[in-house]
C-alpha cells in the first residue's frame, strides 16, 4: 500500500490520479489532498478517499472547506504554509498536480522529505530545474516525469544508459490552431482556445498547446530530466496524439511511445512505478488507425520553441523569466486584453529585457527564483500596458 499525496487534487491531473485510486482502493491510502476553488470537490474526494488532511489554496474557503468536512475526521487548512504542510505530510508518492508557478514551493517540500514526487507540474522544472533536481539529489527523493512526452521517454530508457541517447523527438499535435491561417490566429477568441483537438485538460495547458508554449516548456523539462541540449530535442507536429516521444541513440535505433491520448497511462505509469499494472487506458487497435502523420512545426507562426531553445543555451533563470512572463501573458490572454499572438510578443520582449540579469548561477537558491519570478512578472505587465 503507498501512502499518496495530491496536491491540485482537483484539476484535471488530479482528477484522472484519483480516478485511478478510485479503481484500486487497496493499493493506496490517501494522505493529504490540495485544491484552490472548488472546495465541494476537494472535500468530496478527500471524505470518500479518508485523508487526514484537505487543503485549499485561498483562506477565504477555508470557511466552506470546513462546513463540508464537518464530523468526517478529516483536517481542513488554508493558505500558502498549509499547502507546504500537506506537501510535507509523511507519504511515499506526492503527485505534483498544481498548475503554474504555485506549484514549485510545494513541491520542493515533497522531495525534501524524500518522497517520490510524481512530477506534472512542469512549470517547476522550467523555472527551478536545476533547484528541485539539486533537492532531490540531496535528499535521495526521486522524481518521476507525469507529463505525457516525458513519461514516454523516461519508459523508453529503461534499461538504457543516457549516455547513449542521440536526440529526443517530442511530439504536439499542434493544439486547437494548427491549420489555421497565420492571420486568423490574430484574432482568435478565448473559448477558440480553449478547446484541444486530442486532449482533455486543464484551461491554461489547452491554451499553452494553441500558442505551443506548452510544447516550449517541454522542451525545457526535457533538458531539465535528461540533461539533453537543445540541439538534441526535436519537435514534431503529430496531429493523431498517438506516439508521445521517441528516443534516438549512438546506434540509430529509435524507440517509440505509443498509446491512446489519455493522461491516465502516465499518470498511472508513475502511481505504480516500479511496476506495471492493469490500467483502464484503450488499447490501440493499429490497422484501424491505418496511418500516423508527422510534419515539421511551423515556428514563424509560433515563436515559443525558439525561445525555449534560447531558454536552455542560456540557462540560469532565464527559465524563471521565460515561465513568469508566459504566465502573465496568458493571464492577460484570459483577461481580454491581450490578442492571441501577443502573448508570445509579450514572452519576448520581457525575455530581451531580463536575460542580461538572468546569468547562469552555481547554486540557485528559492529566493532568487521567486525574486525574478516576481520582476519577470513586473515587466511583463509594463510591456502589456504599453501596447
Ligand atoms: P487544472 O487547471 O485542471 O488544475 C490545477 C489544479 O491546481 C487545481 O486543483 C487548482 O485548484 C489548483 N490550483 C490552481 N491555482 C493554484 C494556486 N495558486 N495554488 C494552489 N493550487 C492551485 O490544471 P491541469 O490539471 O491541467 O494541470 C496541472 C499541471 O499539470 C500543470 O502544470 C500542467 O502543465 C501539467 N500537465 C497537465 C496535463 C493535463 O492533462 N491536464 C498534461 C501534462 C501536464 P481549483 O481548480 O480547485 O481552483
Ligand atoms: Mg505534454
Redesign the pocket.
Known amino acids: 500500500m503507498k501512502r499518496i499525496t495530491i496536491l491540485?487534487?482537483?484539476?484535471?491531473?488530479?482528477q484522472n490520479t484519483i480516478d485511478l485510486i478510485d479503481r484500486s482502493p487497496d493499493d493506496f491510502q490517501t494522505v493529504a489532498l490540495?485544491?484552490?476553488?472548488?472546495v465541494e470537490?476537494?472535500a468530496a474526494d478527500a471524505r470518500r478517499l479518508g485523508a487526514q488532511l484537505a487543503v485549499t489554496?485561498h483562506e477565504d474557503r477555508l470557511q466552506d472547506l470546513r462546513d463540508l468536512l464537518a464530523g468526517t475526521g478529516v483536517e481542513a487548512a488554508a493558505g500558502h504554509k498549509a499547502?507546504l504542510e500537506a506537501a510535507s505530510r509523511p507519504a511515499d508518492l506526492v503527485m505534483s498536480?498544481?498548475?503554474?508557478a504555485?506549484?514549485l514551493e510545494p513541491g520542493l517540500e515533497a522531495v525534501r522529505t524524500g518522497a517520490t514526487l510524481a512530477l506534472?507540474?512542469?512549470?517547476s522544472l522550467v523555472c527551478a530545474g536545476p533547484l528541485l533536481l539539486a533537492r532531490a539529489r540531496a535528499s535521495g527523493a526521486t522524481i518521476l516525469p507525469?507529463?505525457?512526452e516525458h513519461s514516454a521517454i523516461f519508459q523508453a530508457l529503461v534499461g538504457e544508459d543516457t549516455a547513449d541517447i542521440e536526440r529526443v523527438i517530442i511530439t504536439a499535435s499542434g493544439g486547437a490552431f494548427r491549420d489555421w491561417p497565420l492571420d486568423k490566429l490574430k484574432t482568435a477568441s478565448l473559448a477558440e482556445a480553449s478547446a484541444h483537438p486530442n486532449?482533455d485538460?486543464?484551461?491554461?495547458?489547452t491554451i499553452d498547446s494553441a500558442t505551443l508554449f506548452?510544447k516550449a516548456m517541454e522542451l525545457i523539462e526535457a533538458k531539465e530530466l535528461f540533461g539533453l541540449s537543445s540541439a538534441q530535442i526535436e519537435v514534431v507536429i503529430h496531429p493523431e496524439s498517438l506516439i508521445h516521444a521517441l528516443v534516438g541513440f549512438r546506434d540509430g535505433g529509435l524507440m517509440a511511445h505509443v498509446g491512446p491520448p489519455d493522461?491516465r497511462h502516465a499518470i498511472g505509469y508513475a502511481l505504480n512505478w516500479p511496476d506495471r499494472r492493469h490500467l483502464p487506458v484503450e488499447r490501440l487497435d493499429l490497422v484501424k488507425i491505418g496511418r500516423m502523420t508527422f510534419r515539421d512545426p511551423d515556428e514563424a507562426r509560433h515563436p515559443a520553441l525558439r525561445l525555449s531553445r534560447d531558454v536552455i543555451d542560456a540557462g540560469g533563470l532565464a527559465g524563471a523569466v521565460f515561465n513568469a512572463a508566459k504566465e502573465r501573458a496568458l493571464d492577460g490572454f484570459i483577461d481580454g486584453g491581450l490578442g492571441f499572438l501577443q502573448m508570445a510578443e509579450v514572452v519576448e520582449e520581457t525575455l530581451d529585457r531580463l536575460m542580461p540579469e538572468a546569468a547562469p548561477m552555481v547554486d540557485m537558491s528559492l529566493d532568487d527564483v521567486l525574486a525574478m519570478d516576481a520582476k519577470a512578472r513586473r515587466v511583463a505587465g509594463e510591456i502589456i500596458a504599453a501596447l
Request: hydrophobic residues 40%; charged residues 10%; proline residues 0%.
Open positions: 491540485g487534487a482537483t484539476g484535471s491531473i488530479g490540495t485544491g484552490g476553488h472548488n470537490q476537494l489554496a499547502l498536480g498544481i498548475v503554474g504555485a506549484g506534472a507540474n512542469k512549470e507525469v507529463d505525457s486532449w485538460m486543464g484551461q491554461r495547458i506548452n493522461m
